[in-house]
């Protein structure tokens, strides 16, 4: 076993002690950030204030900043978990290029312990950065004003943060084993930074998509993962501002808005519920990592 930790440990060593690798693995949310300031929060607002007609003098103002805000978190907090673990991944492919994978693969430590080794570290990193996020992002809402959440609800969000970095690290572990070269694994990432914030719904909601989009989106743990920490974040607010209203509308506006920002992920014209989106990320990152030690024990025999 301590061959096992002294291993995970070289490759957390690798990823925190390069600070450039810090900075862009949280780049995509930065520009979420940024973006958020910029333009994302008037359009979410306005679209809040679309769907409030009539409500406008009932709802607290503060309240809506509170929820969209919240969605940026989410937001954050999606992207983190796409761009981290496969930042800490190319490790892998930095090792193959460099020559370093068949003196590790010489060494007494077994083929399942290396493969593992990188799997372990990966999901570490990701789930202490976007813990730390979250941490943070709860700590400057709440000096905003009230959050309205227990205790339950952030032990929930952190175990969503836990889950998230095991599903996406599995994923881009078993993509990663199949480059051969720093080039191919960093244009991969330049289009998976791109297309992180779009798959999430950051920059917009996954209802505004179609069908087809909507489902290939929902396809990625890291939506699914989106939707259950935004639900665990705003399920608060969201009845705080239910609340206010009074049952003038029979709930018809946090409805409204829980399907605008996709509270649930869909797919296939079907909608997941919370525990029907946890069985499917657990169950795909299960396959997958299955599949990883699969794929690396037949990479290195080829070798």
Not at 72 to 80: D, K, M, N, R, Y
Not at 120 to 136: E, G, K, N, Q, W
Not at 249 to 277: L, M, P, V, Y
Request: glycine fraction near 8%; hydrophobic fraction near 50%; include cysteine.
């Amino acid at each position: 076993m301590k061959d096992f930790m002294g291993f995970t440990r070289r490759n957390l060593l690798i990823y925190f002690k390069d600070k450039l690798a810090i900075l862009f693995s949280l780049l995509t949310s930065i520009i979420v950030f940024v973006l958020y300031l910029l333009f994302l929060k008037g359009t979410f607002v306005e679209a809040m204030k679309g769907t409030m007609r009539g409500l406008e003098n009932i709802v607290n103002s503060g309240d809506i900043d509170m929820f969209v805000n919240g969605i940026l978190l989410s937001g954050i907090l999606g992207s983190a978990l796409i761009t981290v673990p496969y930042t800490c991944l190319q490790t892998i492919v930095k090792d193959r290029e460099a020559g370093v994978d068949s003196d590790i693969c010489a060494t007494p430590l077994k083929r399942w312990k290396i493969i593992l080794s990188y799997f372990a570290s990966s999901s570490i990193c990701s789930f202490i950065m976007t813990s730390l996020i979250l941490t943070v992002g709860l700590v400057v809402l709440s000096f905003m004003g009230d959050i309205h959440l227990g205790i339950a609800s952030l032990l929930s969000a952190y175990g969503l943060m836990l889950l998230g970095s095991v599903s996406s690290t599995a994923l881009f572990m078993l993509i990663l084993l199949f480059f051969k070269s720093t080039a191919t694994s960093t244009a991969f990432f330049g289009i998976l930074s791109a297309a992180a914030g779009f798959v999430i719904g950051a920059y917009i909601p996954l209802s505004q998509f179609s069908d087809g989009v909507r489902s290939f989106c929902n396809i990625f743990p890291a939506s699914h993962i989106t939707s259950l920490i935004r639900n665990i974040l705003l399920s608060g607010i969201a009845e705080k501002i239910d609340s206010s209203i009074c049952g003038l509308d029979n709930g018809a506006f946090i409805e409204a808005i829980k399907d605008t920002f996709s509270f649930n992920a869909s797919a296939f014209g079907s909608n997941f519920s919370g525990i029907q989106s946890v069985i499917y990320v657990s169950i795909f990152a299960l396959v997958c990592i299955a599949g990883m030690v699969i794929a690396y024990n037949r990479t290195y025999k080829r070798r």
